[in-house]
């Protein structure tokens, strides 16, 4: 259940002398949704294991839906199979 006591007013910057917009997303999305796990849950959940993994589907989650996050962790994100089209 979302209370007002897990939600904090915040904002996450991206700054880099190497970022562009051929590499935007693979640099702001995942430090978002980091920024974003570490405001949205509660104090006393510090588990970075379990941080990991719910980062990790969140991350398999925004790739499907087009979105060019890199991989929070070495891993495999099944996403569906697009095929090659030539332009």
């Not at 897990?6 to 640099?27: I, T």
């Amino acid at each position: 259940m979302v209370t007002s006591n897990n939600v904090s007013k915040a904002f996450n910057s991206m700054w880099g002398e190497q970022v562009e917009s051929l590499n935007y997303d693979s640099r702001v999305w995942p430090r978002a949704c980091a920024v974003s796990e570490r405001l949205w849950s509660p104090q006393d959940v510090v588990d970075q294991t379990d941080a990991t993994t719910r980062l990790t589907e969140h991350r398999c989650r925004i790739a499907r839906r087009g979105v060019g996050a890199s991989p929070i962790v070495p891993d495999y994100c099944s996403l569906p199979y697009t095929p090659y089209v030539e332009f």
